[in-house]
């Protein structure tokens, strides 16, 4: 992915003297945090020797330095009370050209190697663990390889595929043409017919440059920092790759993956010992220390501004539209390994652009002038010397010039008149909560966060000394009040290294790059002998026939189902009533010291005309202002008590009946406890006193939230084909197409390119009365249990202050089922107290029907999506059709979607709702993965799987069954799905219950053709054979 961006641990009686007693007290200790206190600097451990023990207790963790003595590898060592453990390796990679290699190399690799050779060893071992994340990404300087498991056995698994991939590939040349770049017959069993350029790599990257935001990025990076490798594409340019040789490929891995190069980082509870001695043994012992000259030099500075303008293709959803320009103005700042000044200029970037109370965005976003601020607007500390951009998108062609005359302006303002205590003070609450709050991927953030500057050999535990970097910044405010203004005039004013980069829409552009891409394919086999394209035939062969033939995974390590907990742990709940009939749900968890508010409000009796604005209402609600605050001290208050305020609109389907679902709005905040009154108090304003009629505020918002919806089409394309071919299919499904569907950007759009927004407006007290009360609403509750009474009050007093309707409104939809939230049964009511109801829609009347809707959109690539009507969450089909779903993924699609046809993605999915999805992702095909999709479904009815392979499927349905619920998100299934833990220990036995038999059975019932409803949608450019089918509706 590109980012743009075991062996038993040493007997304690086996060491002598003081080790052996520090070691055996250490594993009696409490806490990984304690245990990690107890190594001492200079301590040598299977082949490493400690350099640094630092507490950290701002993140509950302990942070251990080493090095290796053989290789001078880095390491750290984060130990915490984490159950899911984290391993990542990170080599600096620095390319000098735009082919792609370190991008193409990280995908290879992946491929197999000397201790584990089968093909694709990666994938394989996503059905072969029990992992919560596996992945591997490579940025413009570094590539890092993590993955994260909660069990031990796992984590020994997955680190030696991890380090024999690394430090051992084989770097075969077929896997390079796979997935890097080829030249094929377009039909490889046809040597008639032409020549094309195929390779997953290559149509990845086609499909990442259809995004016009990662374009204005790229060329943002490329042209600030243009002395050395950040002037390249380290993903790799689509023209430039096909320059890349198998042999640089191997030549780039002998350079920049060797241990001297590297920076290895645990994470967890896990025993640090453990991997220490199978990393050395596995990998590290093989090599020898070498000087890597993988540095980046510093940029040298220039001595006057530059500016450039570039080109990418027009908005396909704004057609015609003349505000299609984005220009930003960029400045070069110090280097991200000073970890103090990173600091400072992060929170300087915060307070410039974050929110409607800063400078920049009451100067620039509120001018009218444009849609959003540039790609990229802020800090920006991925690279050696860390950048600052602003600018605006959606803008006329002849604002240029005005937005280079805010943006200077606005700079002058800000030395003048500094910033206002308050808002210092709300950005700095921030930092203090995103400490208490704990996410599932706590290791991977922090893996993420070091990244950059570890890769340019800054000081990891440093950057991670948050609460001493806050004091710091306090302390330097305290010395100077003026500090601020001064790096301000520093780096902002009196900078020379300035680049002013503007993008503007051609509309020939998506046929230039055709054009180019076409040039580029001519010379190449223009330069082809008679013997080479013969070759060339052979190989195509040779790949597909790899790709087809059987493949023994048996060199590669395994858990068995029987690893599998045949139990989940039960949540502890309770339900009270408040103000008088509305229920809350108590979940007392250790949420260290934060509490997590949710309120679910029914849709029931919502107008149907009003439902498409719902996402709207949603987006806009917490940000017009409430009560005496307009929109900007709103604002400021969210931020200064609370981790923010956000509302979104749900369709939520039944576990049991296809035709029924719950339609509402979901409410979510959280706050440190001492804020709980303020932060209740503030919904109590949104809910009774919001400000619905500020015209020109809604306007700006409602651009913005446009513009993010379209901005997001290339990356989500997917999705966007699945919703819509699952729209016919239920009733909940045409609901999910108007809230999160292409009909819901398009209409976003249409408001946006609309003069006069009152109408719409207009539309918002009407929505508010039937949500903002409460009528048919529930709210949930988590917090430790000593905040629980405090918590109550707070909630209790909100609900009391919210109006209720006298006489009771009729839904619009007549048919309504009440559905009592199940309690615990057979004498494990873990749910204490009263009971929540949900009012669920039903159609008795509902019909499914087909349709097939090709979206057409100016892409290289295609996002295809088919979706079948099957069996909901309770029905005992269900279980055998998740199941068959990974085991389609894994057995089938991945090899004919990815492999094959050269498509970034694909494979099939089950929702909860009972919709069973195939779908592909940057593809560069249509009618055949059509017809991939007809034969996956024929090899599932036909039984073409093993027991080992419903073996695999089920590790990999358990895997994301059993991924860590973080203590804000416990119970949360009860409260919004009416899932009790009883019906979810119930699914989990049906799914250990699933045979080959239910799988054959439910493949023949309800995927093959004329069995159930079957939708279709296609997001991409235009299609010959599509425009000709009577049957397809092409918008």
Partial sequence: MWRCAGRARRSLWGLSGRDAGLRAWRWRSDTACERALWYHVGEKIHGFTVGQVTSIPELSLTAVKLSHDGTGARYLHLAREDTNNLFSVQFRTTPRDSSGVPHILEHTILCGSQRYPCRDPFFKMLNRSLSTFMNAFTASDYTLYPFST?????????????????????????????????????DPRDPQTPLVFKGVVFNEMKGAFTDNERIFSQHLQNRLLPDHTYSVVSGG???????????QLKQFHATHYHPSNARFLTYGNFPLEQHLEQIHEEALSKFQKIEPSTAVPAQKPWDKPREFQVTCAPDSLAVGSPRQTTVSVSFLLPEITDTSEAFTLSLLSSL?????????????????????????????GCTREAYFSVGLQGIAEKDVQTVRDIIDRTIGEVIEKGFEDDRIEALLHKIEIQMKHQSTSFGLALAS???????????????????????????CLKENPKFLQEKVRQYFKNNQHKLTLSMKPDDKYSEKQSQMETEKLKQKVKSLSVKDKQQIYEKGLELQAQQSEPQD?????????????????????????????????????PTNGVVYFRAFSSLNTLPEELRPYVPLFCSVLTKLGCGTLDYREQAQQ?????????????????????????????????????????????????????????????RVLVKMTAQELSNGIPDSGHLYASVRASRTLTPAGDLQETFSGMDQVRLMKRIADTADVRPVLRKLPRIKKHLLNGDGMRCSVNATPQQMSQAGKAVEDFLGSLGRNRKERKPVRPHVVERPVPHGSGGSMHVGGSQIIRKLITDPTFSPCQMKTHFLLPFPVNYVGECVRTAPYAHPDHASLKILAHLMTAKFLHTEIREKGGAYGGGAKLSRGGIFTLYSY??????????????????????????????????????????????????????????????????????????????????????????????????????????????????
């Fill in 150 to 186: 909660q069990n031990p056995k796992d984590f020994r698994n997955l680190l030696s595929v991890y380090l024999d991939a690394a430090f051992f590939p084989c770097l075969r040349e077929l896997d390079f043409w796979q997935e890097g770049w080829r030249l094929e017959h377009e």
């Fill in 237 to 247: 340019d689509p023209l430039c790759i096909p320059d890349l040789t198998w042999e």
């Fill in 352 to 380: 410039l652009i974050g929110g409607p109370n800063s400078p920049f965005y009451k100067a620039l976003i509120e001018s009218g002038l444009g849609t959003d601020f540039s790609p990229d607007a802020g800090y920006n």
């Fill in 449 to 475: 966060y070091i990244a950059s500057c570890w890769n340019h050999d800054g000081d990891p535990v440093e950057l991670l000394q948050l609460g001493s970097q806050v004091a710091h910044f306090r302390q």
């Fill in 553 to 589: 995974a048996s060199c590669l390590p395994a858990l068995k189902v029987s690893d599998i907990e045949p139990a989940i742990p039960f949540t502890e709940l309770e339900v009270a009533l408040a103000a008088g009939d509305i229920p809350v749900q108590y979940c007392a968890q």
């Fill in 638 to 698: 969210i931020e200064l008590k609370t981790g923010g305020m956000t509302v979104s609109a749900h369709v939520l389907p039944d576990g049991s009946h296809l035709d029924t679902y719950e339609q509402g709005v979901l409410f979510s905040s959280f706050c440190l406890d001492r804020n709980l009154p303020d932060m209740m108090h503030l919904w109590s304003e949104i809910f009774n006193n919001p400000c619905l009629e500020e015209e020109e505020r809604f």
């Fill in 922 to 1035: 940057r593809d560069p095909r249509v009618t055949e993965t059509l017809q991939s999709f007809a034969k996956a479904v024929d090899w599932a009815k036909s039984g073409r799987f093993t027991q080992q392979d419903i073996d695999e499927a089920k590790l990999s349905v358990f895997s994301a069954m059993d991924a860590p619920v973080a203590p804000s998100d416990r119970g949360l299934d009860h409260f919004l799905h009416g899932l009790s833990d009883e019906m979810k220990q119930a699914h989990r036995e049906q799914l250990f219950a699933v045979h080959r038999e239910g799988l054959i059975a439910v493949s023949n019932k309800y995927l093959g053709t004329g069995r159930s409803t079957h939708g279709l949608a296609l997001l991409g450019p235009e299609n010959t054979k599509i425009a000709r089918d009577p049957s397809w509706i092409v918008r």
